[in-house]
């Protein structure tokens, strides 16, 4: 099924079958079932060390009071500034505001709900700094406290 040069790796997608494209021995593409090449998935678990280290900071940042919750969520969900303002229908300047302590504290309903509704969490929690894990992790992880 796989050419020789061709060796999988299931770590990463758990199993998940992915089509890729392979040269057949008529040195034609052709789309191969797997689940994944060796190389991609290196590179992959590398992008998620690094995701972690950047969510562990984002805690470090709100446990020191330096941020708001809304640094952890939009960095869990790999999201910078311009894409959370985009999605949320706000400026940047705004969301940047929102990240200080001070000014979430005193963040709009409305504001507050846009942010509930992305991250797929409560207004509750966001209010009370409860960080659930990310929406991309379906539960695995479970709720994680600051």
Known sequence: MHPPDYPTDEEITDGVRIVSYSV???GEFELVPGTGWK?????????????????IESRKKIQAGRVSCLHYYMTANQMDIALLARYTGQSRWRVRMHFIPLFFK????????????????SKEDLKSCKLKAP????????????
């Open 24 to 26: 057949n021995q008529d």
């Open 106 to 121: 005193w963040l709009r309903p409305k504001s507050l709900e846009k942010y509930a509704e992305l991250f797929q969490v």
């Open 135 to 146: 929406v991309y992790d379906h539960g695995q992880q479970g709720t994680t406290a600051p």
């Open 39 to 55: 190389p991609m998935n290196v590179a992959n678990r590398q992008a998620w060390i690094e995701i972690e280290k950047n969510i």
